[in-house]
Structures are given as structure tokens and as C-alpha cells.
């Protein structure tokens, strides 16, 4: 039996809510009713943690459907709220006693992801309050518990001059309520939604004409949704959409996204895009300099060549002119996918501007895993300026390159085309790097192989229980296996009963590369001139 209407409590399903007096405990009502076997009325809540009781069913009676078995629960209505306006949020955090915590969390998302403070209000620097919050140009207020606009026209009053303004984890769902709040901040260009379930419906569709940094992070949004969010987004420059499951790109017309005149950066990390073909339909957008892609379910990479474009766009160049695919991409992220094949790697060679490139946490950049080093990578991929994070000298790069061409010719022998299909960088670099082949020798003992040079190669010690002990700079064969290296070194250093292991010490590279072949040679492993080799002992 159902309550009256003039009984039931001011709740409706489908409504975001937090727990009173825990703004960072959200959930969606999805039932408002009695309970068996329970006085009075409940309010079912599906708790966005996954911390409830149940999944909607009490007593074999199922009064919702949780999206997991322990996410739901009933609440009686007074230990929840339906949220507070944005001024008065801004009055809580900017007006009110703060703690250091919530200080803190004052910050919005740069376009590298990372922490950039907004301006501080203290309450004890104020004389006028209200003439103090106007002067407001950042503000978050993350986790208070938002829920609506208020009175518009108190948004403008108060806070005339805000440009950046950070909305994570609250209670906004309707993109009408987004609307009301930009049209009243006239100068905003900066935007966060991030951790807000927004509504898959685009009723109210927001007039965001100022924006130039939206950041939709794990609010629910899938691309079509972001087709009709573009038309009112035409200066928009950042796009963040980490966390929102997507899979698939879906242009609102042809092959390829149009539109996006301005975007620079998209952000899709933290996604499921499994095939590469989803992403080529963001190769017109010409204006794109970073992509950021990491951790999606991407096996493998390649660049699409005319006849490709020209299939992919389905004819759509005959009536607007194509351009080059990623035109201008200079920064792509892929780490945490699954590329395991070199083929992937060698096609970024192809991408016109392409110069920033993360490809750590991949099969094939992991050594562990069978992959290849640092040093490899840096040799195969023409242009990369900057690789993981991490800044390619001119000295790193000459170094790889020599590296990379000798190892190739320990271990290719005969066939050129073979050759240059696995390698195809590898005739280019031996004549820029002036690498001669090496010349077979005949003595007394017949045929020899003539070794490749003396190596320069510092010893560095580093164990716990060797002790300090000076570096060393010796002069060895390429041909030194690296069982042969921890016999030599036993010797250097005067190490007696300790069971040595080995490390190749790359320049741009944060973690050591582990010398783990006993009958691998210094060459077979390309390791060059002025190396530095670590030299620790079995934990």
C-alpha cells in the first residue's frame, strides 16, 4: 500500500542525493515507499561507492534494481538532502571556517591532469564579504553537495568575475542547471563536472558559447551525447572524457568527427576502446594536437594512407575538402593499452606532427614482458622529442641509434628485404651514423670474427652489503658476455662470495634495464660506448 502524496517525503526517483552530513556520500533515489515488514516511508538509494546493503531486494521482495548486489539501501528521508545552491556553496567554502583538508581540495584539472590551486578567500582576510566573493576569478566547490542554480540572478550578482569554476562529485544531473550557471557567468571558461551523474537526456541543452576547458570525467556521458553537446561548444579548446566506459566514436554524420574547430586537446584515458579504427574517425579534427588514449583496451596502432582515408570517409571528401589525418597531433598518450607488435610502433613515424609519445605499460615496451628497451624505442621512432614522460636528448638519441644499429647486425644475417621490413629505420641510421659492417679476419686458427671494439664502460656499485667502493671505467670487448661481466667484476671489486646481478643504467629512462642473459654479449644487448653498468647483488 502506497502513502499519500501529502505524506511522501520530498524525494523522487531518479534524484541525486547525499548522506547528511556526508556531501561525498552520493547516490540516485531509485524507490520512495513503504517496506515490508517497516513503518513509515523509505527512500531506496543506489550509493554511486558501491557501499549499501543489498541490491534492491528485502525479504524476497525487490523494491529496485541496484547496479550491484551490495550498492543499494534504505534510508529514512531525514538522514538525506537534496543539496544546496551553488551560492550558498560558494558562501560555505569562501565564507565560512575552513579546514585545512578542504583547502586542500581547492583545485581544478589541468590539461595535464594535474593540481592547479584556485584563489583562496580566507574568512579571517574579508571586511565585505560579499564585495570579496565578486573579486572571485577560480573557486571550487567540490563535494558540497550542489544540486541546483539557485536564483540565477544571485550567481551573477555575487560572483561576477568567476572564470574557472570546479563542480566535482555534487549533485547536478539536468544540463538545463548547467546552462542557467554559464549563462550567468558571462566570463567562465573553465569547467568541471567531473563525478556528476549527468542526464542521458540533453534536455536543456547548455549554452556554453565562453567555454574553452570542459571537463566531463566519469559523469556517464557517451559520444553521441558529446555530438549534441558540440553545437554549443564553438570555441571550446580542452575536452576531457576520461571514465565515461566509451567504446565506440559515433559522428553525427559521415565517417569522421567534424566540427571541433578549436579542440587542441581530447582527453579519452580511462576508457574502453578497443579498435583503432574508432580513433581514425578523429583524424580530421584539425586543429588536435594532444590525444590522450592511456589506459583503454587499444592492441595496435597504425596510420591510414590516402586510399584508406578515402574509403574510411565514404566519399564525404567529394563535398568538403579532407585533410591529412591528424594533421597536427603532437603529444599522443598510450600507455596501459595492450600494443604488443612493433608494426605499431613503427607506424607513428607516419603521424605528420608527431613528437610527445607515452607508450609505457605495454606489452611491447616492456621489457619484462618480452618487449623492447628504452633505447630501442627511442632509435625506431624517428621525430619522439619527448618518450614516457621523459625528454630525448640529442646525446640519447645518437647513443640509441649506434646501439640499436649494432645490435641488429649481431643478430640479422642474409636477407635485405627481410631486413627492412623488421627493421626500417636500420639501412638509414648505419649510413647516417657512418657503422661499417664488420669484415671477417683470417690467421693462423682460420676464419675469425673481428670484434667490434673496445667498449668504454663505467662500473657503478650499488649493493647494500658491498660497501662503497670507487667507480671504475674499464675498456671491454663487445664480445664480454654478461656471465663473463660478473666474473670480471668479482675480480674488480675484490667481491668474494656474493652473487652478483647486473644493471644497464639508460640515460632518460627511470628504472633500470636488468642484464638477466648469462650468454648474452655487451653487443647482442646494444649497449654502446660510455655505458654506465650498475652492479648490485641477489637480494
Request: with cysteine; hydrophobic share 35%.
Amino acid at each position: 500500500m502506497q502513502e499519500s502524496s501529502e505524506s511522501r517525503p520530498d524525494f523522487r526517483i531518479g534524484q541525486r542525493v547525499h548522506s547528511s552530513g556526508d556531501p561525498r556520500r552520493i547516490g540516485t533515489v531509485r524507490y520512495v515507499g513503504p517496506v515490508q515488514g517497516y513503518s513509515g516511508t523509505w527512500v531506496g538509494v543506489d550509493w554511486d561507492n558501491g557501499e549499501g546493503k543489498h541490491d534492491g531486494t528485502i525479504n524476497g521482495v525487490q523494491y529496485f534494481q541496484a547496479r550491484s548486489e551490495r550498492s543499494g539501501s534504505f534510508v529514512r528521508s531525514q538522514n538525506l538532502s537534496s543539496g544546496i545552491s551553488l551560492l550558498q556553496a560558494l558562501q560555505l567554502r569562501y565564507q565560512g571556517d575552513t579546514t585545512k583538508e578542504e583547502e586542500d581540495e581547492m583545485y581544478v584539472l589541468s590539461a595535464s591532469n594535474k593540481r592547479v590551486n584556485v584563489q583562496l578567500v580566507g574568512k579571517d582576510k574579508i571586511q565585505d564579504k560579499l564585495s570579496r566573493l565578486e573579486e572571485l576569478t577560480s573557486a571550487s566547490v567540490s563535494y558540497l553537495g550542489v544540486s541546483s542554480p539557485g536564483v540565477p540572478c544571485d550567481i551573477s550578482t555575487n560572483v561576477p568575475n568567476l572564470k574557472e569554476l570546479d563542480l566535482t562529485g555534487n549533485l547536478i544531473s539536468e544540463w538545463k542547471d548547467v546552462s542557467t550557471i554559464c549563462e550567468q557567468l558571462a566570463d567562465l571558461f573553465a569547467l568541471n563536472l567531473s563525478y556528476n551523474l549527468m542526464a542521458h537526456d540533453m534536455v536543456g541543452l547548455p549554452h556554453l558559447k565562453c567555454i574553452r576547458i570542459l571537463v566531463l570525467n566519469n559523469i556517464g556521458i557517451n559520444w553521441t551525447q558529446v555530438e549534441i553537446l558540440k553545437q554549443s561548444l564553438p570555441e571550446i579548446e580542452e575536452l576531457h572524457l576520461m571514465g565515461n566506459k566509451i567504446s565506440t566514436i559515433e559522428p553525427a554524420s559521415s565517417f569522421a568527427v567534424q566540427g571541433f574547430d578549436y579542440l587542441r586537446l581530447l582527453n579519452l584515458e580511462d576508457n574502453c576502446i578497443a579498435d583503432w579504427n574508432e580513433i581514425l574517425k578523429l583524424s580530421q579534427l584539425r586543429s588536435l594536437e594532444q590525444l590522450h588514449l592511456s589506459n583503454n583496451s587499444l592492441i595496435r596502432v597504425f596510420y591510414p594512407d590516402d586510399g584508406m582515408m578515402r574509403e574510411l570517409l565514404n566519399g564525404y571528401d567529394s563535398c568538403e575538402e579532407s585533410h591529412k589525418p591528424f594533421q597536427n597531433l603532437r603529444c599522443l598518450l598510450l600507455g596501459g593499452n595492450n600494443i604488443e607488435d612493433l608494426a605499431s610502433i613503427d607506424s607513428l613515424n607516419s603521424f605528420p606532427q608527431l613528437v610527445d609519445i607515452r607508450l609505457s605499460e605495454n606489452p611491447v615496451a616492456d621489457p619484462a614482458q618480452g618487449g623492447i628497451p628504452r633505447f630501442v624505442l627511442v632509435a625506431r621512432l624517428a621525430k619522439v622529442e619527448m618518450l614516457n614522460g621523459s625528454e630525448v636528448s640529442s646525446r640519447e638519441r645518437k647513443e640509441s641509434e649506434i646501439r640499436y644499429v649494432r645490435l641488429v647486425m649481431s643478430k640479422m644475417q642474409g636477407n635485405s628485404k627481410e631486413l627492412q621490413w623488421l627493421h626500417p629505420r636500420f639501412a638509414e641510421l648505419k649510413v647516417f651514423h657512418g657503422i661499417e659492417d664488420e669484415k671477417p679476419l683470417v690467421g693462423a686458427a682460420g676464419p675469425q670474427k673481428m670484434a667490434s671494439g673496445l667498449l668504454s664502460i663505467t662500473l657503478k656499485c650499488v649493493g647494500a652489503s658491498i660497501g662503497e667502493k670507487p667507480s671504475l671505467t674499464k675498456k671491454l670487448p663487445g664480445a664480454t658476455t654478461v656471465g663473463k661481466l660478473k666474473i670480471l667484476c668479482e675480480s674488480f671489486f675484490k667481491l668474494k662470495s656474493i652473487k652478483l646481478k647486473l644493471f644497464l643504467q639508460e640515460e632518460g629512462s627511470p628504472l633500470p634495464m636488468l642484464l638477466d642473459d648469462e650468454m648474452a654479449t655487451l653487443t647482442d644487448l646494444g649497449i654502446g660506448n660510455e655505458s654506465t653498468i650498475l652492479v648490485d647483488e641477489e637480494s
